[in-house]
């Protein structure tokens, strides 16, 4: 699971009706992106009570945020915490850690497999690292946040559909997620923005989305 934010716990258990995953992975601290962590917990507390821990990967703040939800039992009797920054493998995944410009510390998520890159940006702003994060990935999922095309100026901690289409091209990825939308926004506008800038397939996230990867 990546990033579970407000009201995604629900989502889960629809597929996993147990909260039986693999593992966790949190790219910062906000509760947008980790406040549903603290419901799989409680599901997984209940349910899978003598399993090992679930491996949880996230910066610091993460388990602080937890903590704050829910302080019994301890995060860290249900997760196993890694530094999300260090990378490792989850299952059949490598996963490696970026550091991106946000309002806390936040790290893009590259996973690869033999014949399979997904990348995922978390919130971030403009940063060339962003080319080297998607870089052939056959799915690259970008915040959106921002309204309009225009180039960066600033330091900005979130980013528009073009920047998230410019990135996407330099990078050479295949196809482009836009997510992150505030609500109410216009994501066909998005999707429009992105496109001229990056000329593979890009999609705008919406809810119940199912996304076939190679």
Do not use: K
Not at 57 to 62: A, F, H, K
């Amino acid at each position: 699971m990546l990033d579970l934010g407000y009201a995604t716990a629900p989502r889960l258990f629809e597929t996993v009706d147990d909260g039986d995953v693999d593992a966790v992975i949190v790219t910062h601290e906000h509760p947008d992106h980790c406040v549903d962590v603290s419901a799989l917990g409680r599901v997984r507390e209940y349910l899978h009570a003598g399993r090992p821990r679930l491996p949880l990967y996230g910066t610091p703040g993460v388990l602080r945020v937890l903590r704050a939800l829910e302080p019994r039992p301890d995060p860290e009797t249900v997760f196993e915490f890694h530094d999300l920054a260090e990378g490792g493998r989850v299952g059949p995944l490598e996963l490696t850690a970026l550091a991106l410009p946000h309002h806390v510390p936040n790290h893009g998520v590259r996973l690869t497999a033999p014949g399979l890159t997904v990348a995922y940006t978390g919130d971030t702003g403009p940063s060339a690292a962003l080319a080297e994060l998607g870089r052939d990935a056959d799915l690259f999922i970008a915040e959106a946040t921002l309204s309009g095309g225009g180039p960066a100026t600033g330091p900005r901690y979130l980013m528009t559909a073009g920047e998230a289409g410019t990135y996407a091209a330099q990078a050479g990825a295949r196809r482009l997620l836009l997510t992150h939308f505030w609500p109410g926004a216009d994501r066909s506008a998005s999707v429009a923005q992105a496109r001229e800038r990056f000329g593979g397939e890009v999609l705008a996230a919406t809810e119940g989305m199912v996304v076939e990867l190679p």
